[in-house]
């Protein structure tokens, strides 16, 4: 093909590192389980959900390249066609026109060349002249140890919106190779580039030197011939290794997405990681200096894994697109198990991806925001209404006329006693061991107040979604908690309970709560989006009808319900 059409498609996202003899970190490797299949998929599946995007079987992880094109949606991942736990990966592809609706296609990406021969790991899509390029990590085999490099694929055909076939050019890849010192087992995961205004093409990589974590730029004229940068676009000590980089502007004012190429006073730039070492992922929001080819993150921008978090909970290898046709910012994310290898392999599957989400930038110019894409609204059903009412303390109301494992459920709080609030410690700075240490059973002056989900008839299993107010010197600090630790009877799952501090004032704010319920994932956004948390649970009892849905207060204090609206969840089409 002529290199004037090379201009393409799609992504690769996080990935796995190799080093001499084995794989380091990322994914546990099970090297005698990754081709294990069930021996059959049981018929009877109620932890498969409803309405979020998962393969028909096997393993799942990282989100790639993800785009719109022609009017279609598609989502390339990382898939074990093989068995339910990492290994002999491809990317998957699936189109849609709607987000919500999905048609898998053959594989994008296989391994099949010298330069991938041993992995295809992830990346991203990039539009050049309106074409589509992929640029993903691939894994190339050596006598002593295996390395990794970028590579490109392009479309064989423009002009099919599903873009079925891809192209590995063997005349150009690989694109980047590992010099100049670059750790050639911590290379990886290129993000969407963007173009400077010298016209100039820049993408990133994530690596690490040491425990020193760092994006490393590149720049290219024609997309193709790529030469590394001296120093690298931004870098941190002691975060260990970047996977999954993603660098993106978002405009100061309003909810509208914009090009990754942007720039100027009108937008701030994001840089995102996910943290190789504690499966965690954070961002700061900062100033992109194009003369220089630096990133700053703003004053008081926390650089390690304390720092602010799209999701506080199971959520990693996240990627975003610019959705130009609906001029919007767009975050997929991967959401892993917390059951065992054993009962994945009895389920015969393993992982999934979040809703997609539209993502902007908050009135503060200090945080994102985030929120389900207006597409799932679509598939809400049979509606239960609660009226404006006060909720006493140590009230439980139940939630009737939904499908209680497959919902979506907004409520909205009111605080009228503010002073009533306890007094905040000041040791209380990690939010996630302030969840742990005070859950949905204890009690509180202002709060715990929220929701039940997924809970069983006599409340043996329940997941708990809540807040609490607490009184620091005069300020008042919300946190957010989503507990697992009664959300199974099963004691091998992870029940681990997570949390975070929102920032919002009670005084004038209501506090919000969304979850979307779906059999095994809850994903809970407060306040509008500004903290949002993602829990997988595995109930015995609380599964299909035997599922339940409560408003609680659990604080001594009254609150006031102003509105709570639920809803039955259809299900979505994925076509396999």
């Known amino acids: 093909m002529a290199m004037n059409t090379v201009l393409w498609l799609i992504g690769l996202f996080c990935s796995v590192l190799f080093v001499s003899h084995g794989v380091e970190a990322s994914h546990l490797y099970y090297?005698?389980?990754?081709?294990?299949?069930?021996?059959?998929?049981?018929?009877?599946?109620?932890?498969?959900?409803?309405?979020?995007?998962?393969?028909?079987?096997?393993?799942?992880?990282?989100?790639?390249?993800?785009?719109v094109y022609k009017g279609i949606y598609h989502l390339m991942y990382q898939w074990n066609p093989l068995g339910v736990v990492w290994g002999n990966i491809v990317w998957a592809h699936a189109t849609s026109t709607d987000l919500v609706n999905w048609i898998h296609h053959k594989h994008a990406i296989v391994t099949s060349e010298p330069f991938d021969i041993k992995g295809v790991w992830s990346g991203s899509t990039t539009f050049v002249n309106g074409k589509p390029i992929i640029q993903y990590t691939g894994i190339i085999e050596s006598n002593q140890?295996?390395?990794?490099?970028?590579?490109?694929?392009?479309?064989?055909?423009l002009?099919?919106?599903?873009?079925?076939?891809?192209?590995?050019?063997?005349k150009w890849n690989p694109i980047m190779k590992p010099t100049d010192g670059v750790n050639a087992s911590a290379f990886r995961?290129?993000?969407?580039?963007?173009?400077?205004?010298?016209?100039?093409?820049?993408?990133?990589?994530?690596?690490?030197?040491?425990?020193?974590?760092?994006?490393?730029?590149?720049?290219?004229?024609?997309?193709?011939?790529?030469?590394?940068?001296?120093?690298?676009?931004?870098?941190?000590?002691?975060?260990?290794?970047?996977?999954?980089?993603?660098?993106?502007?978002?405009?100061?004012?309003?909810?509208?997405g914009v090009d990754t190429s942007a720039m100027g006073p009108l937008v701030k730039h994001v840089m995102k990681v996910s943290l190789d070492d504690t499966r965690h992922e954070y961002y700061t929001v900062g100033t992109y200096d194009h003369v220089k080819d630096r990133y700053i993150p703003d004053q008081g921008s926390i650089e390690s894994d304390t720092g602010l978090r799209y999701d506080y909970g199971k959520f990693y290898a996240s990627k975003t697109f610019f959705d130009h046709e609906k001029n919007r910012r767009v975050l997929w994310g991967w959401?892993?198990?917390?059951?065992?290898?054993?009962?994945d392999t009895k389920k015969g599957w393993s992982g999934l991806q979040a809703v997609p989400r539209t993502l902007w930038l908050d009135r503060s110019g200090k945080q994102l925001m985030q929120w389900p894409v207006r597409e799932i609204n679509s598939l809400r059903a049979k509606r239960a209404i609660l009226p404006s009412q006060v909720l006493k303390r140590g009230s439980v109301i139940k939630i009737s006329g939904i499908t209680a494992s497959q919902a979506d459920v907004d409520v909205h709080f009111e605080l009228p006693k503010l002073a009533d609030a306890e007094i905040m410690d000041p040791s209380w700075v990690n939010p996630q061991l302030l969840c742990s240490a005070k859950p949905a059973s204890a009690k509180g002056k202002l709060g715990p107040f929220g929701l039940l989900v997924l809970a069983s008839k006599k409340f043996e299993e329940q997941t708990a979604i809540f807040f609490r107010v607490y009184n620091n010197h005069g300020k008042y600090v919300v946190v957010m908690c989503s507990d697992q630790?009664?959300?199974?009877?099963?004691?091998?799952?992870?029940?681990?309970?997570?949390?975070?501090?929102?920032n919002v004032d009670p005084y004038h704010d209501k506090l919000s709560l969304r979850s979307l319920i779906d059999h095994?994932?809850?994903?809970?956004?407060?306040?509008?989006?500004?903290?949002?948390?993602?829990?997988?649970?595995?109930?015995?009892?609380?599964?299909?009808?035997?599922?339940?849905?409560?408003?609680?207060?659990?604080?001594?204090?009254?609150?006031?319900?102003?509105s709570l609206k639920a809803w039955s969840m259809k299900k979505a089409h994925i076509k396999y």
């Not at 198990?337 to 054993?342: D, G, N």
Request: proline share 7%; hydrophobic share 30%.
């Open 31 to 67: 090297r005698n389980l990754q081709s294990l299949q069930s021996t059959s998929i049981p018929k009877n599946q109620p932890y498969r959900t409803g309405y979020h995007f998962q393969p028909s079987k096997n393993w799942m992880n990282d989100p790639n390249g993800p785009m």
């Open 145 to 157: 140890w295996n390395y990794q490099v970028q590579n490109m694929a392009v479309p064989k055909n």
């Open 159 to 170: 002009s099919d919106p599903y873009l079925v076939e891809w192209d590995k050019p063997a």
């Open 189 to 256: 995961d290129p993000t969407t580039a963007w173009k400077g205004p010298d016209g100039r093409w820049r993408t990133i990589i994530g690596s690490k030197i040491d425990r020193k974590g760092m994006a490393i730029m590149y720049r290219s004229k024609d997309f193709i011939h790529w030469i590394k940068a001296r120093k690298p676009l931004h870098s941190a000590r002691n975060t260990g290794m970047w996977e999954c980089p993603d660098f993106f502007p978002v405009a100061l004012k309003g909810m509208n």
């Open 335 to 343: 959401i892993n198990e917390s059951s065992t290898v054993e009962e």
């Open 485 to 502: 630790s009664r959300s199974s009877l099963e004691e091998s799952n992870d029940k681990t309970t997570y949390g975070a501090f929102v």
């Open 520 to 562: 095994s994932i809850v994903e809970s956004f407060g306040v509008g989006g500004k903290a949002c948390i993602t829990a997988r649970v595995y109930p015995k009892l609380a599964v299909g009808g035997g599922a339940q849905l409560y408003v609680f207060n659990n604080g001594t204090q009254n609150v006031k319900i102003s």
